[in-house]
Every structure is written in C-alpha cells, then in structure tokens.
C-alpha cells in the first residue's frame, strides 16, 4: 500500500477512535480525547510498528498480535491510556512493555523523554530499531523485568504499563513522582480494569476504575538488566 492509502486509513482510524470515545463518555468522563493526542494518533505511523504481513489491518481498531503471546494495543486503548496520562512537554515517562516500539512513538511526540522497558528481548531489539529508523531520539531502552520499573531514572512524571499486574506493583508506585499520574490495568485475568493512578503533592495515592480491559499478564520475575 501507498503512503496515501495508508494516511486515508489513519484518518478513518481517528475517526473511529473519536466515536469510541463518545461511546465510553459515561465511564471515561468526557465527550473527547485531547486534540494533542488525536492530532499525535493521526501522524504516527502504526504499519510501521506492526509485522509485515499485517501491515494492511494497522488502522482498524483492534489489537494485533506481534508475536511471542504479546500484542499491539487496539487504537482506542492506545488514544485513551495516552489521555489519561495527560503528558506536559517537559515530562520524563516510563513505559513498561516496549513491544514493538508503537505506544512509546506516541509518547515520545508529547514528553520530554521516554524510558521504555521489555522482557522479550527479540521485542526490545525490534523496538528500538523501528524507532531508531523513525528519527526517534528521545526514548531510551531497557530489556529487563518492568514489574520492577527503571528506578535509576526515576521518578516520573508519567508512568504506563501495557501489561496487568493483579496488583498496582510497589515499585513503580514508588517510582511515580509527587503529583504524577500513571495508567495501569490491574486484576486477575477475567476481570482486569483499566485504572488511573494519582499521586498528590505529599505522597498520598488515588486510584480510580475506568473500564474492563484484557491485557497479557504482567508478573514479577528475576530481575534482569539492559
């Protein structure tokens, strides 16, 4: 496909991500995502963050498989967990859960800096090609365990985590900066929500349900460098 066939379907995919959000208005709270993060959804690229063969399927609004039991998140669900995190110019983020380097292209066009970390080391080298090849200069990379976060550079303003924990893990609680946001899903697997965690000026945490969500599991396991 051309690159205008391909600028077509990222139109009708914002458009689709605007309807799902006046769809989910009651539980999300708001009539609209930010223009900021539709205008970033409409000019990032995702069939360059997909496998080759599902290049054409990149812009229908629904998660694709990138192997290893891992996905690429449906576009909604990209568009929503990025609003909810309502990401400044100047903020540092931590993603955990690089895949292959789509949801860390979104981020890196709104924050200052990104720090991204992944398990499976074939995601992590692929990830960090495909931006490299996207000019993507500010977002580094980690191949390690993300339960545990990255808290040599921490804290953080921001913090999204694209795989579930039954529990919000401690250290990325810990990890969050006073008065900073973070977007996780959270439960066992049947019955995972989408939640919005918020850290105050004084260290007290808030968390609140948005939506049901279905996200591959995040566990803790041996700690690895990268």
């Known amino acids: 496909m051309s690159d205008v066939e391909f600028a077509a379907l990222r139109t009708h995919m914002v458009r689709e991500i605007h309807a799902h959000a006046q769809l989910a208005r009651e539980q999300i709270g708001k009539d609209a995502l930010a223009p900021s993060v539709m205008d970033v959804l409409g000019r990032v690229p995702r069939h360059d963050f997909?496998?080759?063969?599902?290049?054409?399927?990149?812009?229908?609004?629904?998660?694709?498989?990138?192997?290893?039991?891992?996905?690429?998140?449906q576009p909604f669900i990209v568009?929503?967990?990025?609003?909810?995190?309502?990401?400044g110019r100047e903020d540092k983020v931590l993603e955990i859960g690089s895949g292959l380097g789509y949801q860390a292209a979104i981020l890196a066009e709104l924050a200052r800096q990104?720090?991204?970390?992944?398990?499976?080391?074939?995601?992590?080298?692929?990830?960090?090609?495909r931006l490299a090849r996207s000019g993507y200069k500010n977002v580094e990379f980690k191949l390690g365990d993300g339960y545990y976060g990255?808290?040599?550079h921490g804290p953080?303003?921001?913090?999204?985590?694209?795989?579930?924990?039954?529990?919000?893990?401690?250290?990325?609680?810990?990890?969050?900066?006073?008065?900073?946001?973070?977007?996780?899903?959270?439960?066992?697997?049947?019955?995972?929500?989408?939640t919005l965690v918020l850290k105050d000026a004084g260290g007290k945490l808030a968390m609140r349900e948005i939506l049901p969500v279905r996200f591959s599991l995040l566990e803790p396991g041996e700690r690895s460098e990268g």
Do not use: N
């Open 114 to 129: 990104v720090f991204t970390v992944e398990i499976v080391e074939e995601l992590a080298r692929e990830a960090r090609t």
């Open 79 to 87: 568009a929503l967990m990025t609003d909810m995190l309502e990401i």
């Open 50 to 73: 997909v496998p080759l063969e599902l290049r054409q399927y990149a812009y229908v609004d629904s998660p694709l498989p990138i192997g290893y039991g891992k996905t690429i998140s």
């Open 156 to 194: 953080f303003e921001r913090i999204i985590v694209t795989a579930a924990p039954e529990l919000v893990p401690a250290p990325l609680l810990s990890q969050l900066k006073a008065g900073g946001r973070m977007v996780i899903p959270a439960g066992i697997a049947e019955a995972q929500q989408l």
């Open 150 to 152: 990255w808290p040599e």
